[in-house]
């Protein structure tokens, strides 16, 4: 049945192909002979002209052009056909040219030019569904046909690779109406049947004139401030603009139609993101026993699932929290090596314990409390947590010996104004203790794009109630980056620390709060103002106006890897350590909140400072 379906489609195809042949051979002949043909060539003609149907039916047969789905075609599928139509006619010229001149049956030209007229028919019937779809598609006047009229940025690689897609896939519905790009050498070229039409600040201008209906930027390297120039010029003209996403996000490495993904806040941090050297890390992680604290959190979880991929011999995933602990859990259903470990970090003997049965090559230590207009009032929580939770996972990782320890900090870390950021610190600081002959590191993140409780979400869950979102202050800016680009740094950060090092992202930029609170609104497809009001109420206790990244002692520097800084503080006294944590568990157990926070505050800032640890 399939062999009798599929002689019954090629028929046509064929009896087109033998008209092709019997007319390209013919009007050459005519022409040869400017219509006035001698009798002979006429006798002759009738019996060569079988012979040739035969040799090109049968090479187009060989290379495969029927039983195709010629709407779906390729360069490949051109390059059979061209292929079949020189194999045919070699044969054919190759056997006239061993006939003497005076007996050949057709003048070779005729016999060249012949082949040259088959060929360019045989791809014309092949390829008309798409010719002449693609000539549908760029007569359609403004507004009609139901099309989508796009404005591409972008003349480079993932431009083309667009392009490509598009015009191979009508059904879609996308019309490239033409090009901006920056590059002055490209204007006026024409890609794929789209021309390069200006710069991209002539963005307004082209929407309005040409009625584009969307523009699609294709620069996956994108700048942040031209993704925030490109963003207000859509929004002036009043265009819906969507993105590719960046080449390592796309699967096989190969951008197509079906990427296209509407602008996400992401999109406008606009750095190059960083790259882990993933041979490394997986050769750091394979085999090895993993244990991650606070592992059902928005980085823990994140951890969890990238670390699972490495292939360690054991993964203990240790949490507080039994819903967040059996979520990570379940997306980490039917690997064999991973273990749920519902224990809390303030517990020193079970850590000990815990850590003493394991006996983890690396630990990842990302719990913590990270609040901070809840820990400003709540100190003692910071200290139980952030503080003693962070020692007794050093030192139990101490005990049993472990290779790699990173610690999971804060930009509020550096030069603290809030507990939160004390306490974190502090955090740092034991650590950096243990660091002698160790590879025990801190990784300062800025704010973690949509982990729980960040700003993102709390502005996106206002915008949705209608608002008004709140800002402190319209001053206020933050450092950003996404949870992949934080958990890469982590990942980056154990492969590289040989002891006592403070990593970073090289972060750009900080992005002024207020903006970013308008950027969604019209990220949402409103207007803010008008759909979405902005509410200020104050700077909150604790909150500073804009963070840093590094201490002004601290003197940060390049790693091997690009994007990644290391600075070096000094290693604090072990013993001034023990001195001030002493403190601070005595003003824990007293319940002398004030105090408490005030010491935290003072003792992070100048922590290790002999002359001031011994003041208390």
């Known amino acids: 049945m399939r062999v009798a379906s599929r002689v019954r489609r090629d028929i046509p195809l064929g009896i087109l192909d033998v008209a092709v042949i019997f007319v390209g051979y013919l ?14 060539y006429w006798d002759q003609f009738r019996e060569f002209i079988p012979v040739v149907i035969v040799l090109h039916l049968l090479a187009n047969y060989l290379f495969g052009l029927y039983g195709q789905m010629w709407r779906y075609a390729s360069v490949q599928e051109a390059r059979r056909v061209l292929l079949a139509g020189l194999c045919a006619s070699s044969l054919i010229l190759g056997a006239t040219l061993m006939v003497s001149e005076g007996i050949r049956p057709l003048p070779l030209g005729v016999v060249l030019f012949g082949g040259i007229v088959s060929v360019m028919g045989f791809g014309a019937l092949r390829f008309q569904s798409r010719l002449f779809a693609l000539r549908r598609r760029s007569v359609d006047p403004i507004g009609q046909g139901g099309l989508h009229r796009v404005l591409l940025i972008g003349a480079g690689d993932a431009g083309a690779a667009i392009l490509v897609d598009i015009n191979r896939n009508p059904q879609i519905g996308l019309v490239p109406v033409g090009i901006v790009d920056d590059d002055p050498r490209k204007l006026g070229l024409v890609m794929h049947g789209a021309r390069v039409l200006g710069p991209h600040r002539s963005i307004p201008d082209l929407v309005e004139r040409l009625g ?7 620069i996956p390297s994108a700048t942040s401030e031209f993704v925030r120039d490109v963003v207000a010029l859509c929004e002036e003209a009043d265009v819906l603009l969507r993105v590719l996403p960046s080449v390592r996000e796309v699967v096989g490495g190969r951008v197509t139609v079906r990427d296209i993904r509407d602008l996400r806040i992401e999109d406008l941090l606009g750095r190059r993101q960083v790259e882990t050297d993933l041979a490394v890390v997986r050769s750091m992680l394979k085999d090895r026993r ?24 054991e993964l203990i995933l240790l949490d507080n929290d039994e819903t967040h602990l059996h979520d990570v859990m379940m997306e980490l259903s039917g690997r064999q090596n991973v273990t749920p470990v519902l224990a809390d970090v303030r517990d020193r003997l079970r850590i000990a314990e815990l850590f003493q049965s394991w006996a983890p090559n690396l630990v990842f230590h990302a719990a913590a409390l990270k609040h901070v207009p809840v820990l400003e009032t709540h100190p003692r929580e910071a200290v139980f947590t952030n503080v003693l939770g962070t020692a007794n996972v050093a030192d139990a990782a101490v005990m049993c010996d472990a290779e790699r320890f990173v610690l999971i900090s804060t930009d509020k870390a550096v030069q603290p104004t809030s507990v939160m950021g004390a306490s974190k610190r502090f955090a740092e600081e034991i650590v950096r203790s243990l660091s002698a002959r160790r590879a025990f590191c801190s990784v300062r993140f800025g704010n973690v794009l949509g982990s729980r409780g960040s700003v993102i979400p709390t502005f996106l869950r206002q915008i949705e109630s209608g608002g008004p979102i709140t800002v402190t202050d319209p001053a206020m800016t933050r450092f950003f980056m996404s949870v992949g680009e934080a958990v890469q740094l982590v990942l980056q950060a154990a492969a590289l620390s040989t002891g006592g090092e403070v990593y970073t992202l090289e972060m750009g930029e900080q992005m002024n709060i207020m903006e970013l609170g308008r950027r969604l609104i019209r990220l949402s497809g409103r207007v803010p103002g008008r759909d979405v009001q902005i509410e200020i109420v104050g700077v909150r206790p604790g909150e500073k106006l804009a963070e840093d990244l590094h201490d002004v002692e601290e003197e940060p520097g390049p790693t091997s890897h690009e994007g990644i800084m290391m600075s070096m503080p000094p290693i604090p006294d072990r013993m001034m350590l023990k001195q001030r944590l002493r403190e601070l568990e005595l003003l824990v157990d007293t319940g002398d909140v004030e105090n408490l926070a005030a010491l935290m505050k003072s003792g992070a800032t100048e922590l290790g400072r002999p002359t001031l640890l011994g003041a208390s």
């Open 27 to 40: 009007v050459t002949l005519v022409l040869r002979f400017d219509g006035q043909v001698p009798p002979k």
């Open 290 to 313: 993993v244990l991650i604290t606070g592992a059902g959190g928005s980085i823990g979880s994140e951890i969890a699932r990238q670390v699972a991929e490495c292939e360690p011999a």
């Open 212 to 218: 584009v209906d969307e523009v699609l930027m294709a």
